[in-house]
Every structure is written in structure tokens, then in C-alpha cells.
């Protein structure tokens, strides 16, 4: 069952890269709940983090499982920066270093719950249905403006894109396999709030009931 949204502060309090947990699956977990905040000249985007992915070292279906390339070098950056490339040959996918620097490994943003900025984000990604603003890592990083110029940014570092912490408490954690991958597919790897109609993949998935049963 989803909260009730939390009332909006002024300020957004960041995180510092000392909460970030040491741990790529912790930290995956650790950041459902907590913002992605990106000052924007014309507006601030805000939404909860509500589900990610990891990917571990020597993880076969890991960006990093062949070393460093020039697509892939900002996973090896220090945990809290981020990464981001190119899905697919079409849309951005946003990324959190999870590691100490020289160590490839990182979380998968994979979808927000928007709280602040909805009209900029509508705009943004050509549609009014607030459901469907950020929920995958394409219309994340859309709805976020997000892009490409900002791989191997610090999200902790001050600057105008950056992980803040939760606005009110976070539902219970639900734990599964990773969405469309074919390496090291079984592990589970996915976390996301259960109940959360924002998270993406089907909806048997996150706790909610299929609407043709219902």
C-alpha cells in the first residue's frame, strides 16, 4: 500500500558519500527510499528511489565484467558517482558507482516515485500520465534530465544532480531476479518497495494484483 506523500521541505538534505554503504547489494537496498534531486535552470526535479539493481563484480551481466572501457570507466570511479550510458542505442540509464575507485561495480536506478518537479517532467517526457513519468530507467533518466554529460558525476560532491535523503518512511524492501538480462539472470539482485505502483515490471512482481484478475 502506497503512504501518503510526504510534505515538501525548501531543501532536500544530502547525502553524504560516508552513508553510502561499502557494499554494492547494500547499497542497492540502502537507497530505496531515499531522492534523486536534480536542480534544473527551469525547474527541481525530485522523486523516490523505489527500485534498483545491482551489479557486483564478476557479475557476468556487469558492464565491468571485462575490465575498463571507455563506456564503462565511471563504474570504477569512487561509490557515490555516477554512470551513465547508453541503453539499447536509444535512451540513458542512470547508475551509482557502488565501490572504491578502481573497483567496477554499480546500482541501476530503475524507477522513481515523482515528488517535485511534475509539470517540468511531464514535459519532458511528452505525457500527463504521472504513473508512467519515470517508471524504467529510459523514462527516469528522461523525466530526470538526465544524459550522457553527466557520467562520472559526484552525486555526493554538491552538485546540482545528487542523492538525497527519504521524505517519510519506506515501505517494506521486496527482493527478485534482475529485469531483461540473460547473464547470471537467477540472481536476485532487484530490490524495489513492494506495493509501489511506480516500480516497473509486472505488477505480480511488486505485490499489486494483475488488473485483469481484478
Keep these: 500500500m502506497l503512504t501518503a506523500a510526504p510534505a515538501l521541505s525548501d531543501d532536500w538534505p544530502r547525502l553524504s558519500r560516508r552513508a553510502l554503504p561499502r557494499d554494492t547489494v547494500a547499497l ?35 558492464h565491468a565484467f571485462r575490465g575498463v572501457t571507455k563506456r564503462n570507466r565511471a563504474m570504477f570511479l569512487r561509490r ?17 558507482a557502488s565501490e572504491e575507485e578502481s573497483v567496477g561495480a554499480a546500482v541501476l536506478l530503475r524507477a522513481l516515485e515523482p515528488l517535485e518537479g511534475h509539470a517540468a517532467m511531464r514535459r519532458h517526457r511528452g505525457t500527463n500520465r504521472d504513473l ?9 533518466a528522461g523525466a530526470m534530465q538526465v544524459s550522457l554529460k553527466h557520467d562520472g558525476v559526484d552525486l555526493v560532491g554538491g552538485g546540482p544532480l545528487y542523492l538525497a535523503a527519504e521524505h517519510g518512511p519506506t515501505g ?7 529485469i531483461g538480462i540473460t547473464k547470471d539472470a537467477e540472481r536476485p539482485l ?25
Excluded at 34 to 60: F, S
Excluded at 132 to 140: F, S, V
Excluded at 172 to 177: F, R, Y
Design 28 to 62: 542497492a537496498r540502502f537507497l530505496i527510499g531515499k531522492t534523486l534531486v536534480h536542480e534544473t535552470p527551469g525547474a527541481r526535479l525530485a522523486g523516490r528511489i523505489v527500485e534498483t539493481e545491482a551489479y557486483l563484480v564478476g557479475d557476468a551481466a556487469s
Design 80 to 96: 557515490g558517482h555516477a554512470y551513465v550510458y547508453i541503453a539499447y542505442g536509444t535512451w540513458p540509464a542512470l547508475n551509482v
Design 132 to 140: 508512467d513519468l519515470a517508471r524504467g530507467p529510459g523514462r527516469l
Design 172 to 178: 517494506a524492501v521486496a527482493t527478485t531476479t534482475r
Design 190 to 214: 532487484r530490490f524495489f518497495e513492494r506495493g509501489n505502483r511506480f516500480v516497473s515490471g509486472p505488477r505480480r512482481l511488486i505485490g499489486l494484483p494483475d488488473r485483469r484478475r481484478t
